[in-house]
């Protein structure tokens, strides 16, 4: 079975410190993985995806497969980063599992 | 272009009731997914289509159907509503066929089942 596991469901870091938000999975075989978020009285909206291996908004993201990981970083953390961040893993079924998600909150 | 549209935004229905929610997908866009999102159990998957063919189907009981015309527009059936069918039903579409490509997602129907 497909799942994808965020273990924080709150973060706070101060405006300027590094963030990494957190993303595990568990998919026997070669998982397509994503980064969504989702800011307040916003639509859930696409961050990141790990095949295209860019940075948006200066989070990136890298998938460790010996890890079976997809955590998603941010050297300096900016206010308006402030939001729910969801991990999401497709199969090859094009099916999409999401994580229940990280609310990050960003003190200035 | 316009975005993913979803209709109604809101609803309040009675337990045993059914209800039919509507999404237009961003145009050319030929995959159509449906997500509920509560916060107890987060996003699940529902169902998803590809030119007017259902290729997924999340684990959610037989009383949740859905349909792709061939213009691409979804709708999804809740029939004999329960209270815990209450929730933010999501639609998101994609260009390819594939998943690679990510979805965009529309605002969603808040449904209240009361």
């Known amino acids: 079975a497909q799942r994808v596991t965020q273990p924080e469901k709150l973060l706070s870091v101060f405006k300027g410190a590094p963030v990494e938000l957190k993303c595990n999975y568990s998919y026997s075989g070669s998982p397509e993985l994503f980064w969504y978020v989702q800011y307040s009285r916003q639509r859930l909206q696409l961050l990141l995806r790990h095949i295209s291996r860019e940075s948006i908004k200066g989070f990136t993201a890298d998938l460790n497969k010996g890890e079976t990981s997809f955590h998603l970083k941010k050297p300096f953390a900016q206010e308006e980063d402030s939001a729910m961040y969801y991990c999401a893993l497709s199969d090859t079924g094009n099916q999409f599992y999401f994580g229940t998600g990280t609310s990050l909150t960003v003190i200035p | 272009k316009a975005g993913v549209t979803q209709t109604p935004r809101y609803l309040i229905k009675t337990r045993g009731q059914q209800v039919t929610l509507s999404c237009s997908p961003i145009?050319?866009?030929?995959?159509v997914s449906w997500y509920q999102q509560t916060p107890g159990q987060g996003l699940q998957f529902l169902f998803e289509y590809f030119s007017e063919t259902q290729r997924n189907k999340g684990n959610f009981p037989g009383r949740f159907s859905g349909r792709q015309f061939s213009n691409s527009r979804s709708e999804m059936n809740v029939s004999t509503l329960e209270l815990g069918d209450s929730a933010l039903y999501l639609c998101a579409s994609s260009l390819r066929q594939d998943s690679n490509y990510g979805y965009t997602f529309g605002s969603g129907t808040r449904l209240t089942v009361v």
């Open positions: 145009s050319g866009h030929r995959s």
